[in-house]
């Protein structure tokens, strides 16, 4: 199966959001075509149980408030490998080109004049929707669907176009969203939205650990503290409202997933 990667070459690979069984084919077969394997912090263990014997795992994630490796770090790691003859692996969850930073790994690898190629995998917005039983995009309500990060390179949100998201009939899909869930509720509603448009926090996705948070914008901070990851993917709109027609409630989904509930006590 080694073939499958040719010695000195990387592959970007979607590790999806967990759950091995949410792989792609052709990503369960890089990663059992690597010698060498460098993986976010936040892989699910299912899926590194995957990794032949004979293939070295590097963990290189980045997790916030945590010594970790830098970008820099990263890609020289990479360049290496693939110098030395490698089958590389940069195992990335969700899709590596959905800020996974794809670009600027292989961007280094080209300057070193590594080839690299990119299998893209299932990203977080896609599997919280699945599981949660809703529909990112709804005809008429939601005709857009915006992929946000809460985490810039300067550490700031105010230079988002809050008022294009707020405005707009769609469906906002929030990665790295628990430390600013507050400016998040703050800047949206100062720009428009209702408070009680609906939201769905996530966390764990596709894991057995899995958290699913229903509540609406102006209790968001509360549904991230019930959520309970640093790793929270935040929906926002009309889309994510529960598609059950009843009362919010805590509820029980499949074994080892958790729905809950937050609403307004008048």
Same mark, same amino acid.
């Given at each position: 199966?080694?073939?499958?990667?040719?010695?000195?070459?990387?592959?970007?690979?979607?590790?999806?959001?967990?759950?091995?069984?949410?792989? =792609?084919?052709?990503?369960?077969?890089?990663?059992?075509?690597?010698?060498?394997?460098?993986?976010?912090?936040?892989?699910?263990?299912?899926?590194?149980?995957?990794?032949?014997?004979?293939?070295?795992?590097?963990?290189?994630?980045?997790?916030?408030?945590?010594?970790?490796?830098?970008?820099?770090?990263?890609?020289?790691?990479?360049?290496?490998?693939?110098?030395?003859?490698?089958?590389?692996?940069?195992?990335?969850?969700?899709?590596?080109?959905?800020?996974?930073?794809?670009?600027?790994?292989?961007?280094?690898?080209?300057?070193?004049?590594?080839?690299?190629?990119?299998?893209?995998?299932?990203?977080?917005?896609?599997?919280?929707?699945?599981?949660?039983?809703?529909?990112?995009?709804?005809?008429?309500?939601?005709?857009?669907?915006?992929?946000?990060?809460?985490?810039?390179?300067?550490?700031? =949100?105010?230079?988002?176009?809050?008022?294009?998201?707020?405005?707009?009939?769609?469906?906002?899909?929030?990665?790295?969203?628990?430390?600013?869930?507050?400016?998040?509720?703050?800047?949206?509603?100062?720009?428009?939205?209702?408070?009680?448009?609906?939201?769905?926090?996530?966390?764990?996705?596709?894991?057995?650990?899995?958290?699913?948070?229903?509540?609406?914008?102006?209790?968001?901070?509360?549904?991230?503290?019930?959520?309970?990851?640093?790793?929270?993917?935040?929906?926002?709109?009309?889309?994510?409202?529960?598609?059950?027609?009843?009362?919010?409630?805590?509820?029980?989904?499949?074994?080892?997933?958790?729905?809950?509930?937050?609403?307004? =006590?008048?």
């Amino acid at each position: 199966m080694s073939e499958l990667i040719a010695p000195g070459e990387v592959w970007l690979v979607g590790a999806g959001p967990g759950d091995p069984d949410l792989l =792609t084919r052709k990503a369960e077969r890089l990663i059992r075509a690597a010698s060498v394997i460098f993986h976010d912090a936040l892989i699910g263990p299912g899926i590194l149980d995957l990794v032949p014997r004979s293939a070295r795992l590097v963990p290189v994630g980045k997790r916030a408030g945590r010594h970790s490796s830098t970008q820099d770090e990263i890609n020289a790691l990479l360049v290496e490998a693939a110098l030395a003859g490698e089958r590389v692996v940069r195992l990335k969850g969700g899709d590596p080109s959905v800020f996974g930073r794809s670009m600027e790994e292989i961007d280094a690898l080209a300057l070193a004049g590594v080839r690299a190629q990119i299998c893209p995998g299932i990203t977080a917005a896609s599997a919280a929707a699945a599981s949660a039983g809703i529909s990112l995009t709804l005809r008429g309500s939601a005709r857009e669907l915006r992929f946000v990060t809460a985490q810039t390179r300067s550490g700031r =949100t105010d230079d988002l176009d809050w008022a294009a998201l707020s405005g707009a009939r769609s469906t906002l899909a929030f990665y790295m969203g628990r430390t600013a869930a507050s400016e998040i509720r703050r800047q949206l509603i100062a720009h428009g939205m209702a408070g009680d448009t609906p939201v769905l926090v996530a966390s764990n996705v596709s894991l057995a650990g899995e958290k699913l948070v229903h509540t609406r914008l102006d209790l968001l901070p509360v549904a991230i503290d019930a959520a309970g990851s640093e790793a929270a993917l935040i929906l926002i709109g009309e889309a994510a409202r529960p598609r059950t027609g009843r009362e919010p409630s805590l509820s029980a989904s499949a074994p080892g997933s958790v729905k809950i509930h937050c609403e307004r =006590t008048l």
